[in-house]
């Protein structure tokens, strides 16, 4: 959960070039990744423990 003095700062990969259809993410938070839409920036918003973000990370990019 984000304290009023902790906002996120949203990012899309750099390899995201396809006219905006892309999620976006936040890894300014201590212990948590926020995932969004981009198409929907003002929309829900999905709040990952930073672990398991990193381990769905890690799990993309295993061979």
Do not use: Q
């Not at 423990?49 to 295993?62: D, H, L």
Request: aromatic residues 10%.
């Amino acid at each position: 959960m984000t304290t009023a003095s902790e906002s996120p700062h949203w990012f899309t990969s750099s390899y995201s070039a396809n006219g905006g259809d892309c999620v976006e993410v936040a890894a300014n938070l201590p212990g948590v990744v926020p995932v969004r839409d981009s198409k929907t920036p003002g929309g829900p918003v999905l709040n990952f423990r930073a672990e398991a973000f990193a381990a769905f990370v890690a799990g993309i990019k295993a061979p």
